[in-house]
């Protein structure tokens, strides 16, 4: 038999089995709606991803928790124990998931695991890299901080702003005698005290509204800072009444003239 003659064979039996009832035929519609929701599924799986890994970007800077490495050997062992952790395996679950997704397209199926992975990773690493550069999650945590975000609330006040004893991210309101007087993402005040235990950049000098990260414990209200970082990485963590806005052109036209 050859394999014309086999194909035959195999057509005429499958074309029995239908007619007998053996073998249901599903309509045309049928597999484009499932079409359809595998590609509706596979966009809100692919969209979640992006803002899952954003997210984790932001909880990073905004915690501090992303300066840690460059406070030496010890900051990187507390910055791998840090990690949200819970996310990120999330985050893998997701991508494995969003891969066997697209799988069931023909164009993805014929090709290689490990280039459709590949893709997929690099598509969501690109895509949250651009969201990371907006102030799309710097807004969510003003409005979740402010009882204005209730569903997504607690995800940033809890994930997006954790609390921990070695590092911590502010603004600095007030210069004191030993240290400053800084505030922190949560509205909370904190004493920072510099000693000769503080390690700080040759020329490093604080002034009022810098936005710094502390290494160092906290007791009670007070930390003795064993590190202090500038933060220049523009996330916007505090109510814009909180900067110092710029004079209008009149009032500054005025003062150029006084000064003349």
Known sequence: MNNQEEKNSIKDKILNKIKSGE????PK?????KTVLVVLGSLVVGIFILFLISFISFALRASGLWFLPNFGFHGFGIFLGSLPWV???TAILLIIVLEIAVKRFAFIYRKPVLYSLLAI???????????DQTPFHSKLFLKAREGKLPL????????????FR??????????????FIMETPRSQKLTIIIDSNTKLAPDFEIKEDDE??????????AINALNVRKVND??????????????PPHILNQSKENLK
């Open 152 to 163: 997504a609330g607690p995800m940033y006040r809890d994930f997006g702003m954790p609390e």
């Open 234 to 247: 523009n996330l916007e963590l505090f109510p814009s009444s909180r900067r110092p806005k710029p004079l």
């Open 29 to 33: 519609l049928y597999f484009i709606l």
């Open 166 to 179: 070695n590092v911590h991210r502010g603004v600095v309101l007030e210069i004191t005698e030993n240290g």
């Open 87 to 89: 996310l990120i395996i």
């Open 212 to 221: 710094i990260v502390v290494f160092g414990e906290r007791v009670n209200d």
């Open 23 to 26: 073998i249901k035929t599903k």
């Open 121 to 131: 990773v690099l598509i969501v690493f690109f895509g949250s890299l651009i969201i």
